[in-house]
């Protein structure tokens, strides 16, 4: 049974750096892009990028100046990093996976990390 | 960017009834890559229609998806209890991806 599962620090002040992990197990890691999605509390979905086992990268315009994604393929994981984090970046953040050829949407997620910036 | 509209924002019905829920989008989504996801609280979202009319795998056949070009509807012929839920489209046909707002079908 494949499983994503994250974890990465839940509390940031302003100006900090985000940081996020997801690891693939039971499954391959070569089929698909990897991706990160973010949810504001009690608001809608938002994509931030993603990132195939090579090392190729789709970032969203809105972030992409802030946005790092990377992938260590020896432990079937891929992470998030946002830089210059502020309130609006409170959220929680999800990783999921989009099939390579012939996609159909996201058809396996994370159970979500809750990120909060404060100071 | 493909802006997606969904409508109504909340849809308070009861089990049994109908849902139709609809998606809109600001331009063509290319080959009808549009999918809908379930979401209930404090989980992540559940793939439950993609390409706009397959159902994902363990979908119930009361789940249905229609639509092509810019519009697109969730029909959920038979609400069952554990329906109540809010669900979002999602078009995966031109980057960057995009979600709709989402509709709250509520008791």
């Known amino acids: 049974q494949v499983q994503l599962q994250q974890w990465g620090a839940g509390l940031l002040k302003p100006s900090e750096t985000l940081s996020l992990t997801c690891a693939v197990s039971g499954g391959s890691f070569s089929s698909f892009y990897w991706n990160w999605i973010r949810q504001p509390p009690g608001k809608g979905l938002e994509w931030i990028g993603e990132i195939d086992h090579s090392g190729i990268t789709n970032y969203n315009p809105s972030l992409k100046s802030r946005v790092t994604m990377s992938v260590d393929t020896s432990k079937n994981q891929f992470s998030l990093k946002l830089r210059s984090v502020t309130a609006a970046d409170t959220s929680v953040y999800y990783c999921?996976?989009?099939?390579?050829?012939?996609?159909?949407?996201?058809?396996?997620w994370g159970q979500g990390t809750l990120v909060t910036v404060s100071s | 960017e493909i802006v997606l509209t969904q409508s109504p924002g909340t849809l308070s019905l009861s089990p049994g009834e109908r849902a139709i829920l609809s998606c809109r989008a600001s331009q063509d989504i290319r080959r009808d890559y549009l999918a809908w996801y379930q979401q209930k609280p404090g989980q992540a979202p559940r793939l439950f229609i993609y390409?706009?009319?397959t159902r994902a795998t363990g979908i119930p056949d009361r789940f249905s998806g229609s639509g092509s070009g810019t519009d697109f509807t969730l029909t959920i012929t038979r609400l069952e209890p554990e329906d109540f839920a809010v669900f979002y489209c999602q078009q995966y046909g031109s980057s960057p991806w995009t979600f709709g707002q989402g509709t709250k079908v509520e008791i």
């Open positions: 999921a996976r989009v099939q390579h050829w012939l996609p159909r949407g996201f058809d396996l």
């Open positions: 390409e706009a009319s």
